[in-house]
């Protein structure tokens, strides 16, 4: 149990598009996720907590207008990279915790996003 | 405010030999602790955690991890090492009680198994 899915695993977009990365929990439902970059050889940074219903929490530093996180329901969270630039290119990982757990986070497999 | 530092950018061993990776953290309350697992180009895989109870902790695939509290570490062991273990593993902490569930993570270790 416990399996977050992320769609795409990876994705190549032209500068100035946009790119829309699905994370959903499949077997359980998921009141809070996170939305994670990773850089190469680099621990994770936290970008947003996405809570369902409501806005996402952003982490200092993160753009909100670039990188808008939607929660539709409680099973899938979207991050669109807004008009996207290469300096966007990075590792992005979501992750998810079952409503009303204490314990581990789960992770999705991770998209790779590489802007042309 | 909560924190964990692996001191350790890299780890090398021989197959067969124990494998052990470092982990300290700090909270302001109780620790829960975490041990992750990343293969390339793959997400976070969850290897065990430590709550409360036993300072002991055994997780997936022959690892385990001890809680020392006066040291404040989380050391992950494993007494015989294989090379498929050779990966990027992450220690990471969230302090209870916290109105959220975001985890603070380590910069990572890279172990090395060599045959």
């Known amino acids: 149990g416990a399996v977050v899915s992320q769609h795409p695993s990876w994705v190549i977009c032209k500068s100035g598009t946009s790119v829309k990365i699905e994370c959903r929990s499949l077997?359980?439902?998921?009141?809070?996720m996170f939305w994670y970059r990773q850089f190469p050889k680099q621990s994770l940074m936290l970008m947003a907590t996405?809570?369902?219903?409501?806005?996402?929490?952003?982490e200092q530093g993160v753009e909100k207008d670039k990188f808008l996180i939607n929660h539709a329901s409680l099973t899938l969270s979207t991050l669109t990279v807004t008009s996207a630039h290469p300096e966007d290119s990075s590792f992005y990982i979501c992750?998810?915790?079952?409503?009303?757990?204490?314990?581990?986070?789960?992770f999705g497999e991770g998209s790779r996003l590489t802007v042309l | 405010a909560q924190s964990v530092a692996q001191p350790e950018d890299q780890v090398n061993v021989a197959e067969g030999n124990p494998l052990t990776v470092k982990c300290t953290y700090s909270?302001?309350?109780?620790?829960?602790l975490f041990w992750y697992v990343q293969y390339p180009n793959r997400g976070l895989q969850f290897l065990l955690k430590?709550?409360?109870?036993?300072?002991l902790v055994k997780g997936s695939y022959g690892f385990e991890a001890e809680f020392n509290k006066s040291q404040t570490s989380f050391h992950l062991k494993k007494p015989s090492a294989l090379v498929s273990d050779s990966a990027l593993y992450f220690c990471?902490?969230?302090?209870?009680?916290?109105?959220?569930?975001?985890?603070?993570f380590g910069a990572g270790t890279t172990v090395t198994v060599r045959a």
């Open positions: 992750s998810a915790i079952p409503s009303g757990a204490t314990g581990e986070l789960f």
């Open positions: 996405s809570n369902e219903g409501s806005k996402a929490t952003y």
């Open positions: 909270v302001s309350g109780n620790p829960y």
């Open positions: 430590y709550i409360t109870g036993d300072n």
């Open positions: 990471a902490v969230r302090d209870f009680p916290s109105n959220d569930y975001k985890l603070s």
């Open positions: 077997d359980f439902q998921a009141t809070t």
